[in-house]
């Protein structure tokens, strides 16, 4: 029993006291050295601070902005809930003009290729087409749909513009005249958004009736209807090819909030689905091939995030959180590194694609 106590008895303290120290003490110089610096095999050490440049510029919108789009490599077309359609430089971060008309708040807008020119839509059942060199008052105003219209797509040669409302119906028009062209109407097809397939007469359409359907604006007829979806499709985009498509989803707690990837040629089957929202995906669009060495698209949804996924694997290689943005309703691409994304109680946010330590979206300015 002696001979136990003996073998358990503690070593004296300062022996542990001084073995402790001496090890902390080398494991503190290592961190203090090691903490923002990174060693490469060729033993050059350099220094990895992150700093954070973002700008607060001049709102373009005083209240909840809905929807935004690229008029060019600098400029952004925007509505909301102020009722009015602002050009804003998001280089300089000014307000280039001011657009009144619409007596509701703004659901679309839709430029016009290689233009001044745009369209915007609105709850109040009208269209309007501005021009960024005229005066603020509206070109054309182009009434036609019994409802809120919430789908709004210009032909790749600009003299036709498409139009869809939850009346169910889908409108085409001269752009030229601001005279209809076509009308079709299906039942039940609420239409949450429109876009133009490029270099081809067929406009992509999604619906609260969960299916995607491809038109053929010679005579306004629906060209195929995809497969669908178990949710509720919010929003559409082509690849500039014109070979794919992306569509997403509403949904909550994880449920639906899902991207989709389309082919749009021959087999018209889906390709992919991205998933790692956990609510309604408002918008997504195809990246600039000059971003990475892989095909890329990125997401915003009402969970305030903005995904950026591998196209082709599905998988997520980068979320950037927009807290206290509120839900994210739009996402455009500015120019080949950069990102617009409208939110309800932040403005718009300008993010930018980092490739310096892999693949990052940062926020570097918001208005």
């Known amino acids: 029993m002696l001979l136990l106590r003996c073998q358990l008895k503690p070593a004296p303290p300062q022996k542990v006291s001084c073995r402790f120290c001496s090890v902390m003490g080398k494991l503190q110089s290592k961190l203090k050295h090691s903490t923002y610096k990174h060693s490469r095999p060729e033993e050059i050490i350099e220094e990895r601070i992150q700093t954070k440049a973002f700008q607060e510029y001049s709102p373009a919108h005083m209240d909840t902005v809905f929807v935004v789009a690229a008029l060019n490599s600098d400029l952004c077309v925007s509505g909301g809930k102020d009722k009015t359609v602002v050009a804003y430089n998001w280089k300089t971060g000014n307000v280039v003009k001011r657009f009144k008309g619409h007596e509701h708040e ?19 059942r009208m269209v309007m087409m501005w021009d960024l060199h005229n005066t603020s008052q509206p070109r054309q105003q182009l009434c036609g749909h019994s409802m809120v219209v919430t789908g709004l797509a210009v032909s790749p040669d600009s003299s036709q513009l498409c139009t869809g409302s939850r009346d169910n119906t889908l409108l085409l028009w001269d752009v030229v005249t601001g005279q209809t062209v076509e009308r079709a109407s299906v039942s039940r097809n609420v239409v949450t958004h429109l876009c133009w397939v490029p270099r081809e007469p067929y406009i992509l359409q999604t619906s609260e009736d969960k299916t995607l359907r491809l038109w053929d604006s010679r005579g306004l007829q629906v060209a195929h209807m995809f497969p669908a979806k178990q ?9 500039m090819d014109g070979h794919k498509c992306i569509s997403c989803s509403n949904g909550f ?39 990475a060495l892989m095909p890329l698209i990125a997401t915003s949804s009402h969970d305030c995030k903005v995904k950026i996924w591998n196209q082709d694997t599905g998988a997520c290689l980068f979320t950037l959180s927009l807290d206290g943005s509120g839900p994210l309703t739009s996402l455009a691409v500015g120019d080949a590194i950069s990102l617009l994304c409208a939110s309800f109680n932040r403005g718009i946010h300008l993010l930018r694609v980092d490739h310096s330590r892999g693949l990052e979206l940062q926020e570097v300015a918001a208005f």
């Open 106 to 124: 703004i659901t679309k807008v839709s430029c016009i290729p290689k233009s001044s020119q745009f369209f915007s839509a609105s709850r109040d």
């Open 231 to 239: 949710h509720i499709q919010t929003y559409c985009e082509v690849s």
């Open 253 to 291: 707690g994880g449920e639906g909030c899902e991207a989709t990837l389309w082919d749009l040629r021959q087999t018209r089957n889906r390709i992919c689905e991205y998933r790692g929202h956990f609510q309604t995906v408002s918008s997504c669009v195809f990246l600039p091939r000059a971003l």
